[in-house]
C-alpha cells in the first residue's frame, strides 16, 4: 500500500480534546484499549517463542532450510497471523473495533523495526531494546484509521467507530468551521487515557498551510535567537544579532511547586495496602485508599505539566508569529539527564521540569504553520562561551558563573544574553536569502566545537560587535553604526 502523502500546500497537525464519556462509553473505552494490548503481548509472545525455536533447532543441527518458518514482522504480516488466531485466542474479538487490535499490533511492529535497526546500527540515537509485555498498569490507548471519524453539529461531540458520539469538554467549533469550508480533512482520531484518569482524543488532521493571524503582533526584528536555561527567571531569553533582549520569559517550575504535596501524597501511599507486600515478597489486591491516593498523585503530575504546557506554548507561538527567522540549540536533553546519580537530581529534576527538547520541537511545527524559518545551531556550537564582541571562546566556563567576562577584550555580558546573540547571528544569512550552513530546518554552526580558537568572521563573531541594551537597533537585525564597540 502506497504511503499517504500530504498534499502541496496542506500541513498536517493534531487537535486535542478532553472527553467526557459516559459509563457505558468508559467501559468501552477500557475495552478496547485492553483489546489492543492483548494483541500485541499475544503477538509478541508468538515472536518469541518462533525465535527460540529457531535458535534451539539451530543447537541441534537443524539445516537451515528445515527450520520452523520466520514470522512476519511487518503489520500486514502480523495482522493475517493475528486474524488466523483470533477465534481460538480471543473469541470475544467481535465486542471491540478492528482498530483495537490494529493499534496494539502497530505498535509491536515498529517497536520490532526499531529493534532491529538498532541493531545494525541503522537507527538514530540510543539503543532501542526488544519489545516488552504491555502490563494492565501501562498508559492505555487505542487508534482509529477507519470507519466514522467526525465532528458533530452541535460543536460538542466527537463520533468515533463502535463508541458512537463522545462528548467533549471543548468546543470543536474552530476545526468543524474549517472542515465544512473544505481547508481541513481528518485522517485519524487517538483516544488516550492520561496518569489521572482523563480520556482525550487526539484528531490528526490536514489543513490548508496557515497564514499568520493578521491580528499577531509583528516584531521590527525579523531574526532573533532563542537561548533555554532551567534558571528560575530565564527559562526563554530572546535577543536580536546586534544584542538586543527583546523578551525574557520566567520558568514556571511547576513540578517544583507541587514537590510538596506529592512528597505528602507518596508518603500516605507508602503506608497504605498497596499492590506489593514487601514482607512476603508477594503481589496483594490493592485498597481502595491506595488506588485514591494514587488518583491524587496523577491529578497533581497532569497538573504540573499542563502549566508548564500552557508556557511554552504561548511562548513558542509568540516566536513563530512575530519573527521571520528564529534560531535555537540542538539539545541533547535526554544525554544531560542520563548521569550523574544522587549528586546530580536537583539538576537533573530542574531540567526535566523546564523540558527543553518540547521548545525546539513546538518551534519546528510552529515556524512551519506561520511561514516564519527555524535555524537549528550544531549541538556543539559554543554559543555560552564566545564572546559577542572579539568572537574569543572561554574555555573555563561553569554552569555557576551567570556573567560572560571576556578574557581577551574585557567584554561582560549576561551569559544568557550573549547565547542568544550569538544565536541569532547564525540566521542572519537565512534572512538575506543565502543557503544556510546545514540541515533540516537548516543546522548551524556546524563543526564549531574547539574551545581555544576565535570564531570564523559571520558565525557570532568577527566584524560583528555587541549592542548595549540602550543603543539603538535598525530593523534588520543589525547594530547601528553608534552602538558599535570600539
Known amino acids: 500500500m502506497a504511503k499517504f502523502e500530504i498534499p502541496e500546500g496542506w500541513t ?72 488466523q488466531r483470533k477465534p481460538s485466542c480471543a473469541p470475544w474479538w467481535a465486542e471491540n473495533s478492528k482498530e483495537a487490535y490494529n493499534t496494539g499490533l502497530d505498535g509491536l511492529a515498529r517497536g520490532l523495526d526499531a529493534w532491529s535497526k538498532s541493531r545494525k546500527g541503522e537507527r538514530a540515537g540510543r539503543a532501542a531494546g526488544f519489545p516488552r509485555f504491555k502490563t494492565a498498569r501501562a498508559p492505555r490507548s487505542v487508534r482509529f484509521t477507519t470507519g466514522v471519524i467526525r465532528c458533530e453539529a452541535d460543536r460538542r461531540h466527537i463520533t468515533l467507530p463502535r463508541l458512537g458520539a463522545v462528548r467533549s469538554h471543548e468546543s470543536t467549533r474552530k476545526l468543524a468551521r474549517r472542515i465544512e469550508a473544505g481547508t481541513a480533512r481528518i485522517l485519524s482520531a487517538t483516544v488516550r487515557q492520561d496518569s489521572a484518569g482523563r480520556w482525550y482524543c487526539a484528531l490528526q488532521v490536514i489543513v490548508a498551510v496557515k497564514a499568520r ?62 499492590p506489593y507486600d514487601p514482607a512476603t515478597k508477594t503481589k496483594q489486591v490493592p485498597s481502595k485508599r491506595w488506588r485514591r491516593t494514587q488518583a491524587r498523585i496523577g491529578r497533581t503530575h497532569v497538573h504540573a505539566a499542563a502549566v508548564r504546557r500552557d508556557v511554552l506554548h504561548k511562548a513558542t507561538t509568540a516566536l513563530a508569529q512575530q519573527h521571520q527567522v528564529v534560531v535555537v540549540e540542538t539539545l541533547n536533553a535526554a544525554g544531560m539527564r542520563a548521569k550523574g546519580g544522587a549528586r546530580k537530581r536537583g539538576l537533573n529534576r530542574a531540567l526535566a521540569d523546564a523540558a527543553l527538547a518540547e521548545i525546539r520541537r513546538m518551534l519546528g511545527y510552529k515556524t512551519r504553520w506561520y511561514g516564519s524559518h527555524l535555524v537549528e545551531a550544531d549541538r556543539f556550537y559554543p554559543s555560552s562561551k564566545t564572546c559577542t564582541a572579539c568572537g574569543r571562546r572561554k574555555s573555563n566556563l561553569t554552569l555557576a558563573d551567570r556573567v560572560f567576562e571576556c578574557d581577551d577584550c574585557g567584554m561582560r555580558i549576561d551569559r544568557d544574553l550573549g547565547a542568544a546573540t550569538n544565536l541569532a547571528r547564525l540566521g542572519v544569512p537565512t534572512h ?55
Open 12 to 83: 498536517a497537525q493534531a487537535d486535542r480534546y478532553a472527553l467526557d464519556p459516559t459509563p457505558t462509553q468508559l467501559r468501552a473505552l477500557a475495552s478496547h484499549a485492553g483489546a489492543a494490548r492483548f494483541a500485541h503481548n499475544h503477538m509478541l509472545a508468538l515472536v518469541k517463542a518462533v525465535m527460540d525455536q529457531r535458535v534451539a533447532e539451530r543447537s541441534y543441527g537443524v539445516p537451515e532450510d528445515r527450520l520452523t518458518s520466520v514470522l512476519g514482522w511487518s503489520l500486514p504480516a502480523l495482522r493475517k497471523v493475528w486474524n
Open 213 to 274: 493571524p493578521a491580528h499577531a503582533r509583528r516584531s521590527i526584528h525579523p531574526i532573533v535567537g532563542v537561548d533555554v536555561g532551567v534558571k528560575a527567571d530565564s527559562l526563554l531569553v530572546v535577543a536580536t544579532p546586534g544584542g538586543t533582549e527583546i523578551d525574557r520569559v520566567a520558568a514556571p517550575k511547576s513540578l517544583t511547586a507541587a514537590q510538596g504535596r506529592l512528597r505528602a501524597l507518596q508518603r500516605r501511599a507508602a503506608r497504605q495496602h498497596g
Open 432 to 486: 538575506q536569502g543565502e543557503q544556510s550552513p546545514a540541515g533540516s530546518g537548516p543546522v548551524a554552526g556546524r563543526g564549531a566545537t574547539r574551545e581555544t580558537e576565535p570564531a570564523p568572521a559571520g558565525d557570532a563573531a568577527g566584524d560583528e560587535t555587541s549592542t548595549p541594551h540602550h543603543h539603538p537597533v535598525d530593523q534588520t537585525g543589525t547594530a547601528s553604526p553608534q552602538g558599535e564597540a570600539a
